[in-house]
């Protein structure tokens, strides 16, 4: 179902036109396909959040097939955002993140993971791809990153707000 949602948010924000440009560099844009990605870890852990992740990879390429490079760099960078909060998770000790320190900690793990994955693969993915010149390429990360650390943002504390609301319900029922 979170799968799904992946899919159904990518094609809806794609094709109204809801995909927020980040203004800096307005062809890269903010989304919420990552919020269903992390909504899986926190809800069935991390092989989930590798699975969603693989199916908004796929999603985004079944819609733009000449796309498997923007595709792969989306699926990469959402589920790197999950792999550095299980890893914030594994330091804290705190499965649930009950506490705000927990949170900021295991969150903050994530974006930090995210932004230096996504560092490497733009020294990769812009030159070689792209045609962009390397040193060109150095001289984006700084704007890179604060895109990849607010789009993880986005996505970790929108996927855990939704994961709290989630367990209240649940468990209060």
Do not use: H, W
């Amino acid at each position: 179902m979170l799968a799904a949602m992946v899919i159904l948010f990518d094609y809806a924000l794609k094709y109204s036109g809801l995909k927020i440009p980040f203004p800096p560099m307005p062809y890269i844009k903010f989304d919420f396909t990552g919020v269903p990605i992390m909504l899986s870890y926190f809800i069935y852990g991390l092989p989930s959040a590798g699975t969603t992740s693989l199916v908004a990879l796929l999603g985004i390429f079944m819609r733009k097939p000449s796309g498997l490079i923007d595709a792969s760099m989306k699926g990469i960078a959402e589920f790197t955002t999950a792999l550095g909060v299980a890893i914030g998770v594994k330091l804290v000790g705190d499965r649930t993140l009950s506490s705000p320190i927990a949170r900021g900690v295991s969150i903050a793990a994530g974006l930090i993971l995210r932004i230096l994955v996504m560092s490497v693969c733009n020294l990769i993915v812009l030159p070689g791809y792209r045609g962009v010149p390397y040193s060109v390429t150095v001289g984006l990360l700084p704007l890179l990153g604060v895109f990849n650390g607010m789009q993880g943002a986005i996505s970790a504390i929108l996927g855990y707000t939704l994961y709290a609301a989630y367990t209240r319900r649940v468990t209060s029922a």
